[in-house]
């Protein structure tokens, strides 16, 4: 299996009026997904953000739970912390894997909104063999704007249920995608 | 397809020290979890708690995303909202719903941890049909105490991904629950 990782993009991404901004960080995107990202056994997960101050409270997060208050309160959280890393967004994070993996990552991108091209998760998971690491985008605010999406070479079909309502937490999205793409490695079907 | 019910309890839960507590409410896990239901299209979502102050806090959080500021803010949101309701414990739920459908609900219980009868999510979601309602109850804190767990007529198995870490956050693991229950009614398989 690939190495994967997830990105949490919160530049560049669409506020409620399709504005392109950088949004705020949040302390439970950041464990939920740690969490998350640990439990599918993924590679890494990077946070995506270009602006300084953001960054340092990125580190403070980070170090709450890896050494301070929190590690003592919660080695779990601790040890799904680990996995965190910064980068300023997916270009930056496609420079930094390429020099790691000397491969270019195949960087999959996601949506509430369907699209054209959009890949099924059935057939997205049937593409995680091989060398060439894979990053999972995940937008905050209202998505990955234009400019995050061109960095895409994929992009998956948004998550739907039974409605036409698809407005899931990033956190629920995140669970719900690595569980359709990583959660049957070990298990095969459901 | 049975009218499904999602259930946040708070009472009895375990803390970290295995002792039986009422944990408090976040307003985190109340939208996301609504979001998620509305997603899935789960018939309601209740809040479990016996605390009056905490049933004040609750009902304050809807007002805010129902008529409050939140609603102007974001109207999917309100939208979510509309399907929290409130009850003391999973013994008063089901004293509603059984008044409600005439029928006594059939109410499954969600852990991380493994044990005896487990059922697969393939066979829940092979018994969601007819009329009898059902509500998947999930444990707030670390999880449904033994109290709440005999309130159970079923136990879900624990959701698993490719390692051995199992410390999803209950936003992540309601998403995951949700999407391998109810993801596929329309869709057939994945």
């Not at 530049?11 to 399709?18: A, G, L, S």
Request: hydrophobic content about 45%.
């Amino acid at each position: 299996l690939a190495d994967c990782y997830a990105a949490l993009v919160h530049w560049p991404v669409f506020n409620k009026n399709r504005s392109v901004i950088a949004s705020a960080l949040t302390t439970i995107d950041l464990h939920d997904l740690a969490r998350a990202a640990r439990t599918y056994g993924l590679a890494g997960f990077y946070v995506l953000t270009p602006l300084a101050d953001q960054k340092r409270l990125a580190v403070d997060m980070i170090a709450h739970w890896q050494s301070g208050p929190g590690s003592q309160y919660n080695t779990t959280r601790s040890d799904a912390v680990s996995l965190v890393r910064l980068a300023d967004d997916l270009v930056d994070l496609r420079r930094i894997l390429t020099e790691q993996y000397g491969l270019s990552p195949l960087v999959v991108g996601t949506s509430a909104q369907n699209g054209a091209g959009r890949i099924g998760y059935q057939d997205m998971a049937g593409r995680l063999a091989g060398d060439r690491p894979v990053v999972v985008a995940l937008g905050t605010s209202w998505g990955l704007a234009d400019d995050a999406e061109k960095q895409c070479d994929l992009m998956l079909a948004p998550i739907e249920g039974p409605t036409e309502y698809n407005h899931l937490s990033v956190r629920s999205a995140a669970a719900v995608i690595f569980d359709r793409l990583f959660g049957r490695t070990k298990r095969g079907a459901l």
